[in-house]
């Protein structure tokens, strides 16, 4: 990857610290059922899971708004975390359609995959509800922006956070190409509650070894 992607030194331990090589191609995706088989591989690759935003500055309350807003602040950076080819095409950019407009989050092109990429950026929980306003988004984009040759376009829908399960089940049968991830402002070190809960403190396990160190057998027993 740096070689390909002539990233700085900098950067590589950037990337080595936020485990890019764990969360490429991590996505929950229908990349493999929407997708032609040549190329499903390479768009679920270039997704991650999840999307690492570790310069953002959020308030508490913050919002899709703000979060749009601080991303684009941080444009190279962003650009830099959704990977080699991507480049900004709009924030909140204007679509007509028969008279309505709409406006998605962010669109994107990345001019290795040949399409348009239209991100939506949620603060809460996913829902599965979410993925009929992308894909609309989607056929709109495909319509009013793409050109000859281009292939059809790919959602991002990033979330705080997401039931992996519940997000497979939504996407089965959805025939836009769309991944759903979780975003980030940094990695958690820490175990699962649900592993944590099951394992000693560190006032057991003094305990624990104290307890062998006086049971154990001493030297001479062992030479017996």
């Keep these: 990857m740096t070689l390909s992607e002539g990233w700085s030194c900098n950067h590589l331990v950037h990337q080595i610290e936020t485990r890019r090589h764990k969360r490429s191609g991590q996505a929950t995706s229908n990349f493999d059922t929407v997708l032609p088989s040549s190329t499903s591989f390479i768009v679920q ?24 807003a601080q991303l684009l602040q941080h444009v190279e950076r962003f650009l830099l975390e959704l990977g080699r080819g991507f480049a900004f095409v709009g924030r909140q950019l204007r679509l007509d359609i028969a008279g309505d407009e ?7 092109y990345n001019f290795i995959l040949r399409r348009f990429a239209v991100v939506e950026l949620k603060t809460g929980k996913f829902e599965p509800g979410y993925l009929g306003q992308l894909g609309m988004y989607m056929s709109a984009v495909d319509d009013l922006l793409a050109q000859p040759g281009d292939e059809p376009a790919i959602g991002l829908l990033l979330c705080k956070s997401k039931n992996s399960v519940v997000a497979e089940y939504a996407l089965r049968g959805f025939s836009y190409p769309i991944d759903v991830a979780e975003w980030a402002t940094a990695l958690k070190d820490s175990l699962p509650e649900s592993i944590s809960h099951s394992l000693p403190s560190i006032d057991e396990l003094e305990a624990e070894l104290a307890s062998s160190e006086t049971t154990a057998p001493d030297d001479s027993s062992l030479r017996d």
């Design 102 to 108: 709409f406006f998605p989050a962010l669109v994107f």
């Design 45 to 68: 690759y270039a997704t991650k899971d999840p999307y690492v935003f570790d310069f953002l500055e959020l308030t508490e309350a913050h919002n899709e708004r703000e979060l749009e």
